[in-house]
């Protein structure tokens, strides 16, 4: 007969996933498909905006604001973007933020099918690393905190280790666009992609912010009221802008044409 102790030992080993974790965990994976194929549509519109108007976005066109296949690519970004915020506010950053790595395969494969953009051994590698990193955390991602208030996040986002950080990577970010971005912007993709990544380290503390608050609002706490709702809500709207303006220069860069 099993003994209790070997029972509970075997419960500390593997509890479950709680409710808010499995929510979390389809939101992302949605957000992921959305997101991954927002990307090749996109650029089917970048192309074609392109084409007709003979300047691209990575040199500082902006004729694809009047490509409606650009528009469709921009709508499926933003219903990603919704469900990836949805996520936030029920499960764990550990958990939804590296499960954003799955819209690379996605876009990876879209990309190797319809722009027949070529899939490298390294590009397989890749995908399959994130797949497994992604499974790993998600099977042991920990339970996720009560809060219950936004100010609660407030105040971890005021501690001075993530202060210093945050000064850091805005300075990273203010040297990379104003004097990088200018000399390397057209040779080395990595400069934009820089941007793009340390702005988003930045936004993903708001977005988190924001959908508890958000959250907690629906279910009857009121947190509309505290300045630092509408404080997290203007982070998250400037790391947005930033990011999608550098982001279509990434998508029309020479080295993206294969994989």
Same mark, same amino acid.
């Given at each position: 007969m099993e003994s209790s102790s070997s029972?509970?030992?075997?419960?500390?080993?593997?509890?479950?996933? #709680?409710?808010?974790?499995? /929510?979390?965990l389809v939101l992302a994976l949605s957000s992921s498909l959305f997101i991954g194929a927002s990307f090749i549509i996109k650029k089917k519109g970048l192309k074609k905006a392109a #084409?007709?108007?003979?300047?691209?976005?990575?040199?500082?066109?902006?004729?694809? =604001?009047? %490509?409606? =296949?650009?528009?469709?690519?921009?709508?499926?970004?933003?219903?990603? %973007?919704?469900?990836?915020?949805?996520?936030?506010?029920?499960?764990?950053?550990?958990?939804?933020?590296?499960?954003?790595?799955? #819209?690379?395969?996605? #876009?990876?494969? =879209?990309? !190797?099918?319809?722009?027949? %953009? /070529?899939? !490298?051994?390294?590009?397989i590698l890749g995908c399959i690393l994130c797949v497994v990193g992604s499974t790993t955390i998600v099977l042991h991602a920990p339970a996720e905190r009560e809060i219950e208030s936004v100010t609660e996040v407030w105040d971890l986002a005021t501690e001075p280790a993530f202060m210093c950080y945050s000064v850091v990577v805005l300075a990273v970010v203010a040297i990379l666009?104003?004097?990088?971005?200018?000399?390397?912007?057209?040779t080395h993709v990595m400069v934009y992609i820089g941007v793009c990544s340390l702005v988003g380290s930045i936004s993903v503390m708001s977005v988190k912010a924001l959908g508890i608050a958000l959250k907690l609002t629906f279910c009857g706490m009121n947190q509309l009221i505290y300045p630092q709702t509408w404080a997290f809500t203007l982070v998250v709207l400037s790391c947005i802008i930033t990011q999608m303006n550098y982001l279509n220069k990434v998508l029309w860069f020479p080295c993206s044409e294969s994989i």
């Open positions: 029972r509970g030992g075997g419960g500390r080993w593997y509890t479950g996933m #709680s409710a808010d974790n499995i /929510k979390g #084409s007709s108007s003979g300047l691209r976005a990575g040199v500082g066109g902006y004729s694809y =604001l009047y %490509e409606p =296949l650009w528009w469709v690519g921009m709508i499926t970004m933003v219903v990603g %973007e919704v469900a990836n915020f949805a996520a936030y506010a029920f499960a764990p950053a550990i958990l939804v933020t590296p499960l954003g790595a799955l #819209s690379i395969i996605i #876009s990876a494969i =879209l990309a !190797h099918v319809m722009l027949r %953009e /070529k899939l !490298h051994i390294f590009g666009v104003c004097r990088l971005v200018p000399l390397y912007g057209q």
